[in-house]
């Protein structure tokens, strides 16, 4: 659905249609056919789509035979565009060797992704100020720590950009205590992308990326819990 590659709702996009700003909404509601062209960017780091509708009463009717099979629906436009914004920063993707890093541990110490090979590591990057970060957490301890509690599995959330300070007042607030690991200077961050968050990666017990996922979805976060425990069966 166009939903899993739009920014979530809870994240922040721009939307145009034919110059007039619009609501990721009323983008989802465009009819078959009534999209002459697209364009997509990105401005101040955020993803923007830009749609120039046909002329009133210009719509053509659907088409058949072989060139409906081959015609993309303004949705399909829509996620190719998108898709295609988030993979420009996005620099390991499925079947790339995860890159290792040494970061430091909001406990104290460090940490490195090579002493973790073995296990099977859901490696997240989030920010207290990013909302839909803030929900995705808020589903961790109990869909993904204890649900998979005892068994080869590590999940670590890497703080992007933050002093320990705001990630301490955070946590307070918050009542959690997971381990966490800090990157205020974007370095780990940096070897896996150069924009967007939440991201997740899922790493196999070799060190290898199985999923990497963008923005938070209730949807897209079931199907990568899922794809956890179908990577762990292996």
């Known amino acids: 659905a166009l939903t899993t590659v739009l920014p979530g709702k809870a994240q922040t996009g721009k939307y145009y249609i034919d110059g007039r700003e619009t609501t990721r909404e009323e983008l989802l509601k465009l009819p078959a056919g009534a999209i002459e062209s697209m364009a997509n960017s990105v401005e101040n780091g955020l993803p923007v789509v830009r749609i120039k509708l046909k002329p009133e009463g210009g719509e053509q009717a659907p088409a058949t035979g072989q060139q409906e099979k081959n015609a993309a629906t303004p949705h399909e436009k829509a996620m190719q565009l998108v898709r ?105 961050y940096g070897l896996y992308a150069t924009n967007f968050i939440p991201r997740n990666f899922l790493i196999d017990r070799e060190g290898n990326v199985v999923q990497a996922t963008i923005g938070y979805e209730p949807e897209e976060f079931d199907a990568l819990i899922a794809n956890i425990e179908k990577t762990l069966e292996k």
């Open 84 to 188: 295609g914004i988030y993979e420009q920063h996005t620099l390991l993707k499925e079947g790339d060797l995860a890159a290792d890093f040494r970061a430091a541990k909001y406990a104290g110490g460090d940490l490195t992704l090579t002493a973790l090979r073995g296990k099977v590591v859901l490696l997240n990057f989030w920010a207290t100020w990013c909302p839909p970060c803030r929900e995705e957490l808020a589903r961790v301890q109990s869909d993904v720590i204890d649900r998979f509690a005892g068994r080869d599995f590590i999940f670590l959330p890497v703080s992007r950009g933050e002093a320990r300070s705001a990630v301490e007042t955070f946590r307070n607030q918050k009542g959690y205590d997971f381990p966490m690991g800090l990157d205020s200077a974007q370095s780990v």
